[in-house]
C-alpha cells in the first residue's frame, strides 16, 4: 500500500505564497509521475501541474508563471510552489502518484488534500 501525506496548505492574502509537500511510502518499486490537483466548492477537481520522473512538467494555464512544481526523488516527495496567488486559487488541494508497487502492479494513489484560502 502506498501512503501519502500532505503538508503546507493555509491562509495567505492575495499576492502572497505559499509551499506544499507530499511524501509517498510504503510499498513503492517506481514512481512515474507525481502530480497537483485542485478542487474549489461546487466545482470539478482539475489538474494543477504534474511532473514525471524524467522531470518533465505540465501546468494548467490558469497557474502558469506562478506555480512551479518540483520533486526530490530521493524522498518521493513533490512540491508545489505558489506565488503570487489569487482568490481563484482557493480550494482544496491534492497529490496523485502513479507508479509500481514492490508486486509491480501499477498504483494510483491520492492524499487526504490540503485546504488553501486566498483572501482578497
Known amino acids: 500500500q502506498v501512503r501519502l501525506v500532505e503538508s503546507g496548505g493555509g491562509l495567505v492574502q492575495a499576492g502572497g505564497s505559499l509551499r506544499l509537500s507530499c511524501a509517498a511510502s510504503?510499498?513503492?518499486?517506481?514512481?512515474?509521475?507525481m502530480g497537483w490537483f485542485r478542487q474549489a466548492p461546487g466545482k470539478q477537481r482539475e489538474l494543477v501541474a504534474t511532473?514525471?520522473?524524467?522531470?518533465?512538467?505540465n501546468y494548467a494555464d490558469s497557474v502558469k508563471g506562478r506555480f512551479t512544481i518540483s520533486r526530490d526523488a530521493a524522498k518521493n516527495t513533490v512540491y508545489l510552489q505558489m506565488n503570487s496567488l489569487k482568490p481563484e486559487d482557493t480550494a482544496v488541494y491534492y497529490c496523485?502518484?502513479?507508479?509500481?508497487?514492490?508486486?509491480?502492479?501499477?498504483?494510483?494513489?491520492w492524499g487526504q488534500g490540503t485546504q488553501v484560502t486566498v483572501s482578497s
Open positions: 510504503g510499498s513503492i518499486f517506481s514512481i512515474n509521475a
Open positions: 511532473i514525471t520522473s524524467g522531470g518533465s512538467t
Open positions: 496523485n502518484v502513479v507508479g509500481y508497487n514492490s508486486g509491480r502492479d501499477y498504483f494510483s494513489s
